[in-house]
Each structure stands twice: as C-alpha cells, then as structure tokens.
C-alpha cells in the first residue's frame, strides 16, 4: 500500500499538496501502514471548482442514467466486499465480520437511494386564484461538502454520497484522516461505476484545514458532518450567516432504561452488545444502563458476565471486540477508567489491557456500578468500551436521568408495558428509540439522527428526510396567458 495519491479533484487523482498524513493499524500500531501528503486549502478549493463546474450537467442527467450508475456502485461494493473490509478493518481496527456488515451496509444504502432518482416528486396544491395552478418541484442544492469520522469510515459517506447523487448534488467529500483508504477504495468504485468527472470530488487533510475550507467556502450550497459536538457545532456556527442547509449529527450518551417486568437476559444481551460492540466507538452506543433497583443485582450480574465472555482481539482474528482506533482514543478510554474511580464508582469488571495485547489499542469492556448520573463519567461521551450502571427507584426517574445529559440521540427501554413503553417514547428525549432493543444500529429508510447536543436538529440521515436534506423545495405559480 504505497499508493500515496489520495486527492481525487475533477476525476483526476493527484498528490496532496499539504502535509504528511500517516495512517496507523490500531492493532500494531508501531508502524504506519501508508504516509501520504494531505490536500493542501487551495486543492479543497480547487475540488469545490471541479464540483460546481459540473453541476449543471449532472443536475440536468436523466434520472434513470443517476439510478442506474448507483446501482452500479452497490454492484461494485459487493464485488469487492473482501478487499474493502479487510481495508476498513485495517486501519480502523473493527472484527472483519463488522467490516464486511458495513460495506454491504453501504451497498444496499446505494441500492435504496438510487431509487430515490425517479422518486424526486412534488405537490400540486390548490390555488387561491382560479386562472393559477399552483405546484411544487424539488432541486438539488447544488455543491455539497459531506465531513465524516472513522468509526463507519465506508458507511457514513455511503448514507451521505448516495442520497446526495441520486438528487442530482455534486460532492466534495472529506473523510477522517484516520481511516482515508477505505474512503479512497470508495471513490474509485464510484468513478469505475461511471460517476462523471468534477461530480464526486475527495479531499483528504485535516479537519482544521481541509474541512475547514470546505465549509467556508461561498460555493458549497449545503454541509452534510457527522462527528464530534464540538466540531459540528463549529461548523454549524461557520456556516450560518450564508443561511445553507446543514446537518451535523454528533455525540451520544445513550441509556438502555431496564423496567422491574423486563426480560432481564435480553436486557442484558442489548446493553452488552450496545457497550461493547464496536468497541463502544459508536454515536448510538449504550453507555448508560438504568436499573431499576428491584432487577439491578440480576440485570448487574447478567452484564458482567457477557462483559467477561467477549474476546479482544485483533479484528482481522473475528473478536468481539477490536482495538480503539488511535492513541488519542486509547488514552482517552483508560482515562475515563481512571475518572470513574476518582468519582467513587466502583469498577465491576474490565479497566485493563487485556493480557497478551499490551502493543495495540486494547481495553477489556468495562463496568462501572453505583455511578453518579450527574459525575463526568455518566455525563461525557466517551466512544469506549465503558458502561456506567445507575439504578433508579422508578420510571419518573428513569426518566429523569435518562434526559439529564447534554445528549439525546438513541435511547432504549426494557419492559413488558407496552403502555410504559409508550410513554417512555413521548417523555424520552432521544431521536431514535428502542422498545426492547439495542440503542444500536438502524434501517435505511428509517430517519436517523438525534436531539439536544447530539444534532443541529435541522433534517434527519436516511429514508425520506435524506432525500428532503439535499433537495430544495420550490413553490411554482403558473397562471395560463
Ligand atoms: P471529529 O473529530 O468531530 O471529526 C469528524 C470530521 O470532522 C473529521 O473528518 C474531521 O477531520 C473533521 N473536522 C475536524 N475539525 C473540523 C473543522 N474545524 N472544520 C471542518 N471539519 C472538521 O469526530 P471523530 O473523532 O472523527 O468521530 C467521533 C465522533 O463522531 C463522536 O463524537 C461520535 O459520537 C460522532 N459520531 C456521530 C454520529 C451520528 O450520526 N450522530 C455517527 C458517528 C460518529 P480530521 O479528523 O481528519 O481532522
Ligand atoms: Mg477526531
């Protein structure tokens, strides 16, 4: 993997003309696996050129010929599901298994939103004036610029990219600098597939430069971001004099509430799998489980034992759980370990590296008891592998703390009530909701995103709203001559 061209401008790809970029594997990190000069401002400018020159053509193409070249991606995806995976998995450090889940994931993202190229409708409306026929069309927004993390590096450009092409957009696209090959493999599918030149764009470089060109720039008609709070809200903020569409889905602190009628063992399956999966580096992980204090001991001992079942390991060997991606997430893991007993939780299982493993990312899943629901490790995120278990004495408190975090963005609940269940939908301050489920995962044709500090609340990710997000409604008057 010496390849060190990862700026694809107006379907050329070219050497960065930044600084040096290096991409680790987090399970031996010792050496980079691929050192590659990042883009430089001016080839962020240069890419935003490339995609409004083609905009008017690619907003004008057939919108058969926009379906077709994406199910032509979808195609190539699954085609190339091993390489991709074991690419994904490589520098980003998840089970090889989760990685080919991903990329098929992606697949059917572009299955589903090519569909939505001769879905592109609008609403006739009755007119006030009886000489006046009054309708709406939809339009694409133009130049888009889609910001992504690593912790789905093939799956969030894919729910972004598709529906963003299949609306007629074009795209410049800035991955996380931590996970830029998969990214790469994913442009050079779609320009394989067909996509024209100056339609997709991708710029690599960091965040503090590239992303923010991208999202400074006059030309770009609408930011797509998913990442970290403090960054969504800054671009949010950068972006709101010029009054575009943005959206920016961000952090989480999601609760698994646990109800006294639950079904303990699925409880526990849930929240094991929403904690540990992934390595906890998921936007809906579990990292709040609320007990009611009647099941907490059985709903305690139950997750503990699960937490002690899972292998760590490299994901090329199919663990249950990889390694954190960087050093910073490492560092900041064992730091939140080390937080937890500051604050008087107590450690139940989990803290450590794992033995054998002292040279990659590792941490053994983690449980804390007797959390403090206001204390910084029941409060902040932390993208680990490290469950806080709070009990509560009932509902209204369940509620209460489930609702008292900056976050709001997945939250499930446990119970037999489907009355309770009901309730908790209405009360529960989250954008996605599990009744007897994981906080974790979601369909594509299902809106995603969250509340409070976890979304600019503007226009959900997939199903219908994607499609709302990247196209502008107009209203059309037209009165007969
Ligand atoms: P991050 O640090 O916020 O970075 C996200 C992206 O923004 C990266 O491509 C980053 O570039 C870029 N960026 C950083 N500063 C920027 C700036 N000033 N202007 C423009 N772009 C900028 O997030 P991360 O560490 O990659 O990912 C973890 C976070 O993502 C967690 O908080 C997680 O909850 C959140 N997340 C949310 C969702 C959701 O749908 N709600 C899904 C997944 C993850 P570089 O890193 O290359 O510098
Ligand atoms: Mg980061």
Redesign the pocket.
Known sequence: MTDTTYQYIDGEWLPGDGEDISVVNPAEPSDPIVSFPAASRDQAAAAIGAADDARADWAATIPDERESLLYDVADRLEDNVDELAEILTTEEGKPISSSRGEVARTADMFRYFAGYARRTTGETVPSSDPETFTYTIREPLGVVAL??????PIG?PGWKLAPALATGNTVVF?????TPMVAKRLVELLAAAGIPDGVVNLV?????T???A??TDDRVDGVS????????R??AD?VATRGIPIQT????KNPVVVLPDADVEAAADAAAVGAFGGTG????ATSRLLVHEDVAEAVIEAVVDRAEAMTVGPGMTNPDIGPAVSAD?DENNFGYVNVGKAEGATLRTGGTRPNGLETGYYIEPTVFTDVDPDSRLAQD?V?GPVLSIIEVCDFDEAIDVANGVDYG?SASVFTADMARARAFTHRIEAGVIKINGTTTGSDIQMP???MKA??SETKK?LGQSAYEFYTHEKAVYRTDP
Do not use: Y
Request: net charge negative; aromatic share 10%.
């Open positions: 910001v992504t993390p690593w912790n789905f969030t800035k991955p996380s600098s931590e690599v470089g960091a965040g503090s590239v992303g923010d991208l999202t971001f998913t990442g970290s709070t403090d960054v969504g800054h671009i950068a889905e961000m952090g989480g580096q998921a936007c809906t997430q995120e993208f963005l995603f995103g969250g976890s979304s990710e």
